[in-house]
Every structure is written in structure tokens, then in C-alpha cells.
């Protein structure tokens, strides 16, 4: 198991996989259906900060916080609620995805973060780390916008109404979710705590948003959001972002890299003692039936965004 280390955050800020951009923040490319998870949340935040010198030393006293507050054990009293409201962006019908399949997205954000999921107790090496998050996901809302654009890229472009997207409702106390067509093969990228109000929240693609009406296989049971919403909450992926890299999570394995598909039982990491990967947990890449869980380190650090000293805090 790797140790928790702090000096190594500032090398590994946020999770993001992402395809050059032009100048006005989409793709050079159509969108395309996507084969392999591409998260581009990673990127996105270093982007950030290069343009904003003062946002490393924000996340630092964010990982202070986040430390402190999973030490002394007050984390959330009770059920956390947590308003979602989603931003539909739209130029085909079925990018127009309908409520049902809003409202499937949100059974899947409960059952994942509160370990209900019909799939939680599939046997595996680490049952015993398996961790669950008190909090409760709500329909808020659902703004939609009709455009002509064919993808959004991932410069923001989908959060400014200026630039022909949907500017987030209350971000301190709402999680917006945008629902448009990214294009470049990036099923979906957040923003971490820490970052401007402006363009926090997690944007997902319609194909892999939900379990129901347009959700593609192999991205199909709404675990893209699953992933997504986990940054927004402060998680890493679990290789860290880096060949045997730290995730920052006590009780995870070190993987040497993603995961993709659904690994055979037994896989393991090529990393100093060879560790039996973690493959079933949410934030690797595996195809959506092939992760199931968050572990226990990783519930307590998001937990820790929502303490009264916490990035979060607004949403108590």
C-alpha cells in the first residue's frame, strides 16, 4: 500500500486526458464513439495552473484541510444533499437526452458514492476497504439549450453563455453537471475543489451520461459521472497520474498505469512488489461493468471537502 504524500500533490494536480484544441475551444475533430475511457480532468487542471500562479497554493491548503479534517474523524454529520443541476446542450435530438435518463444518472450517483450499487459486493481482494460516502444526489434542475455546435472541447467553452454554452447555477451550493458532445474522444472532465466558480462542476457527454435511452456501451451505466463527480470531490486517479504514481490514498494500490476493458482477476501492477491492482475502483478507466467501488481512504478525503474547513463547505 503507498503512503499518503504530500510534497508530491503539486507534481500531480487533477486528472484529465485530452486531444489538442483550436483556438476557440473545440475540437479539430468530429466526435467520435468513444472505445476507451478518456478522462480529461488531469489536463484541464494543469492548464489552470499555468494561467493562475495562485492556485497551486490553494490546492496545498486544500490537501492541509483534507488532512487535518480525515485525522480528527468530524467529517459530515448526517446526509449531505447535494443539488444537481443539469446543463443539456443540444444540436441533434438525441443529444437532447430526456429526463429519465437525467434522472437514471442520479440513481447511479447514489447507488456508487453511498456503496448501495447492485454490484458492491462482487467478491474481490480488497471487500475489506470497500468505503461509502453519507450523501444524498437530488435533481435539482435541467437548463437546456439548443446549439449548433457539433463539439465543445475541453477549454470551458460549454459553461460561458458568451460562447454559446450555459453559465452554472449557484456552483457553491449546486454541483452543475453539463451534458454536450466534448468530441475527441473525452468522455467527460471536472474541475477540483479549488478552482474558480465560474467553471466548477463536471461535464460529461450525452452518450455516457445515465443507464437508460441514449447510453453507449461500454459506457453505459452512468460510471463516467461516478469518476467525474469523484474529482470534483477532490479524488486522483489511482495511478496517480504517472507510472506508479500516489494517488494520495492510503489504502490503494500503486498501479504503473490505467486499466482499460475489464482485467482479468489477478491483474497486477508492475510497480516495486507488484501490488494486485484496484482495477474495480471508479477512478481507474476500466470499461463501466468493470468498476464498482471507492475505498475507505478515498471516501474519508472527499468527505474531508465538505468539513467546515473544507472546499466545500458551502454545500454543509
Not at 490546492?59 to 443541476?85: C, F, H, K, S, W
Not at 458514492?113 to 454490484?119: E, L, R, T, V, W
Not at 467478491?123 to 437548463?143: I, M, Q, T, W
Request: hydrophobic share 35%; glycine share 8%; aromatic share 8%.
Amino acid at each position: 500500500m503507498k503512503k499518503l504524500i504530500f510534497s508530491a500533490f503539486s507534481l500531480m494536480l487533477l486528472f484529465s486526458c485530452s486531444n489538442d484544441e483550436n483556438a476557440n475551444g473545440t475540437q479539430d475533430t468530429a466526435a467520435t464513439e468513444a472505445h476507451h475511457r478518456g478522462c480529461a480532468s488531469h489536463e484541464i487542471h494543469e492548464r489552470q495552473l499555468r494561467e493562475n500562479p495562485l492556485l497551486a497554493q490553494k490546492m496545498a491548503e486544500i490537501e492541509q484541510i483534507t488532512d487535518r479534517a480525515i485525522a480528527e474523524g468530524r467529517i459530515v454529520n448526517g446526509v449531505l444533499e447535494i443539488p444537481v443541476v443539469f446543463n443539456v446542450l443540444y444540436r441533434t435530438a438525441s443529444e437532447n437526452i430526456s429526463l429519465a435518463q437525467l434522472q437514471s444518472q442520479i440513481d447511479v450517483l447514489n447507488e456508487d458514492f453511498q456503496g448501495i450499487n447492485a454490484d458492491y459486493n462482487s467478491s474481490n481482494p480488497y471487500n475489506s476497504v470497500r468505503g461509502a460516502l453519507n450523501v444524498r444526489f437530488v435533481l435539482d434542475n435541467v437548463v437546456r439549450k439548443s446549439t449548433t455546435k457539433t463539439s465543445w472541447g475541453t477549454r470551458d467553452a460549454m459553461k460561458n453563455s458568451r460562447q454559446g454554452g450555459i453559465n452554472p447555477t449557484s456552483p457553491t451550493t449546486k454541483l452543475n453537471y453539463w451534458v454536450c458532445t466534448i468530441g475527441g474522444g473525452i468522455l467527460g472532465y471536472a474541475q477540483f475543489p479549488g478552482g474558480s466558480s465560474a467553471t466548477d462542476g463536471v461535464v460529461v457527454d450525452s452518450r455516457y451520461t445515465g443507464r437508460v435511452g441514449t447510453a453507449t456501451a461500454p459506457f453505459n451505466l452512468g460510471r463516467t459521472a461516478t469518476h467525474e463527480v469523484g474529482h470534483w470531490m477532490n479524488l486522483r486517479h489511482i495511478w496517480g497520474d504517472a507510472t506508479c504514481g500516489s494517488d494520495l490514498v492510503a489504502d490503494t494500490p500503486t498501479h504503473n498505469a490505467p486499466n482499460s476493458g475489464v482485467p482479468a482477476v489477478g491483474h497486477r501492477s508492475t510497480c516495486s512488489g507488484q501490488p494486485l491492482e484496484m482495477y474495480m475502483n471508479y477512478m481507474d478507466y476500466t470499461d463501466d461493468r468493470g468498476m464498482y467501488m471507492f475505498s475507505s481512504g478515498q471516501a474519508s478525503r472527499m468527505a474531508a471537502i465538505f468539513s467546515t474547513s473544507g472546499p466545500r463547505s458551502s454545500f454543509r
